[in-house]
């Protein structure tokens, strides 16, 4: 036995949410791609082809979609 006190043990870091974790690969995957932004590519992708803000989102959704499901399937 020992008289000096014994540190406490730092709480364990909260798990991320599947949820959390597709809507970061999603932004990711959007900013590299250049979804929203006009004439821009990078990284070889083509870019965004949504004429108006609706088709915008329709695709983003979708892309949030594919991520959670690929989150999920990982686990």
């Known amino acids: 036995m020992?008289?000096?006190?014994?540190?406490?043990?730092p709480a364990a870091p909260p798990?991320?949410?599947d949820e959390e974790i597709a809507l970061e690969m999603m932004?990711?995957?959007?900013?590299?791609?250049?979804?929203g932004r006009?004439?821009?590519a990078a990284a070889g992708f083509q870019g965004n082809s949504a004429n108006n803000p609706e088709e915008l989102s329709r695709q983003?959704?979708?892309l949030y979609g594919q991520c959670l499901q690929k989150v999920?399937?990982?686990?």
Request: zero cysteines; glycine letters at 10%.
């Open 60 to 62: 983003l959704l979708e």
């Open 15 to 17: 798990l991320r949410r």
């Open 27 to 35: 932004k990711f995957i959007a900013n590299t791609a250049g979804y």
């Open 38 to 40: 006009a004439g821009t």
């Open 2 to 9: 020992s008289d000096t006190p014994e540190a406490p043990v």
């Open 72 to 75: 999920r399937d990982g686990q």
